[in-house]
């Protein structure tokens, strides 16, 4: 079991930046692939990024890439999401989940799932 806690969210004004980070409880976190999803009230779930266990892979979901970079320190046990030029588009609950085995951009491979950090960027 892997529990993950997010934090660094919080209130930007639009072309911000915002770093947020997901903390995993427990030994085994460098066996995990990470993503971050978002979802925004009234929406679905949307992936936005993924890692692999190593950091030796990265995959943005549409519209990220360029602007959101995810990172992980598998010493710290902790993933990040920098994020910036930051859009009212962007506002949303932001989650990071574990996933065992090859990252992935859909949901359902992602075993362990945070509380959630609100970022709402304000236009």
């Known amino acids: 079991q892997v529990r993950l806690v997010e934090s660094g969210g919080g209130l930007v004004q639009a072309g911000g930046s915002l770093t947020l980070s997901c903390t995993a409880s427990?030994?085994?976190?460098?066996?995990?692939?990470m993503g971050w999803f978002r979802q925004a009230p009234g929406k679905e779930r949307e992936f936005v990024a993924a890692i692999s266990w190593s950091g030796g892979s990265i995959y943005y979901g549409d519209s990220k890439k360029g602007r959101f970079t995810i990172s992980r320190n598998n010493a710290k046990n902790t993933v990040y999401l920098q994020m910036n030029s930051l859009k009212p588009e962007d506002t949303a609950v932001y989650y990071c989940?574990?996933?065992?085995?090859?990252?992935?951009?859909?949901?359902?491979?992602?075993?362990?799932w945070g509380q959630g950090t609100q970022v709402t960027v304000s236009s």
């Open positions: 427990g030994r085994t976190f460098s066996s995990y692939a």
């Open positions: 989940a574990a996933a065992y085995g090859a990252y992935s951009a859909q949901a359902v491979e992602y075993a362990h």
